[in-house]
């Protein structure tokens, strides 16, 4: 049997393990996903297999059975309020915010981590190294932010302060660094990129700003007020991806070979999937109006067409037109 399939089933015991006074050999195996073996000759091996790498398993004997329990100080941590498995997912989590390392945001995740990693026996460690076998994170294009380390740290001071910040900002259509004065709201991850959204006062709007165009940043001694009922996910809810604008309906179609990995993804909270004949797919979303859907639609190739609106369609063909014809 692969490894990986081994560590998998060990884990499921011990999450069965950390909820329970006391299980069976037959109770543990009964367990077990459907997909696993229920010999309890290999259930055996697990646990003993468990034990090996630190994790204190007791047995006790009632009623002409044996049960088989986590060691009761283990299983609660109670100093942390963790289990064995959720630590274990914390340490193996950290890969997940590698974009924002060198940043005060990473820095104290480590240190989290590094509190929870001590709480687990030395050897339960390597029983972590073991999931990167089989569960791995890898990002897609991203940006890193090592270098924009002192603008994420006092970004996230004023935010928590509740204070207005002076900064000078590279604006990416204009391509000119000009000064805002912004009352910072909220740090945003999407899509590779760090955001940060606030009351711009020159615009005087709620802009979005990428992190990494912030050329310097001052906190000031102003104070301000975080509107009522200001929600970070309806004012980002508009956008496909990152880039806001005017709200438009978008019905597409997709071809048999598109459809079949077209499917299974969430593009957008508000879109909605019909099967059609031959395998087709009908998508209908309401998005932001920008060269982000343009360039999203272009990425299936010809295997979408645009259904409406007609004005998005003849930009997508034009578009496909000016690319194949630069040199």
């Known amino acids: 049997m692969a490894r990986n399939d081994q560590v998998t089933r060990q884990w499921h015991l011990l999450r069965r393990l950390e909820g329970s006074p006391g299980l069976t050999l037959q109770e543990l195996a009964q367990g077990l996903p459907n997909d696993f073996p229920k010999h309890l000759r290999t259930v055996r091996r697990d646990l003993a297999a468990l034990e090996r790498v630190g994790f204190p398993l007791l047995t006790e004997r009632a009623i002409g059975q044996t049960r088989w329990k986590l060691l009761d100080g283990f299983r609660r941590l109670p100093a942390l309020g963790f289990a064995p498995s959720e630590l274990m997912a914390l340490v193996f989590s950290r890969d997940l915010l590698r974009p924002l390392q060198g940043t005060y945001v990473h820095s104290a995740l480590d240190s989290a981590l590094g509190k929870a990693s001590a709480a687990l026996p030395p050897s ?8 990167s076998e089989f569960l791995s994170v890898r990002f897609g294009p991203h940006k890193t932010y090592r270098a924009h380390h002192e603008i994420v740290d006092r970004t996230s001071r004023a935010i928590a302060d509740r204070r207005t910040v002076q900064m000078r900002y590279l604006s990416a259509s204009r391509g000119k660094i000009g000064r805002r004065e912004v009352d910072p709201y909220h740090l945003w991850y999407a899509a590779g990129g760090l955001y940060l959204i606030g009351y711009c006062h020159r615009r005087r709007d709620v802009r979005m700003f990428a992190v990494e165009r912030i050329r310097s940043l001052t906190i000031t001694d102003h104070p301000y007020q975080l509107p009522l009922g200001f929600d970070v996910e309806a004012y980002v809810q508009d956008a496909l991806v990152v880039m806001r604008g005017r709200q438009i309906a978008v ?5 048999r070979a598109t459809a079949a990995w077209s499917r299974d993804r969430v593009w957008h909270p508000s879109q909605q999937i019909t099967p059609l004949r031959d395998g087709r797919l009908r998508m209908t979303l309401r998005v932001a109006d920008t060269r982000e859907l343009v360039g999203w639609i272009l ?18 063909k034009e578009e496909a037109r000016k690319v194949a014809e630069r040199e």
């Open 124 to 131: 339960g460690l390597n029983f972590v190294r073991q999931m």
């Open 299 to 316: 990425s299936f190739g010809r295997g979408v067409r645009v259904v409406r609106p007609l004005t998005l369609r003849d930009r997508i």
């Open 251 to 255: 019905e597409l179609v997709f071809d």
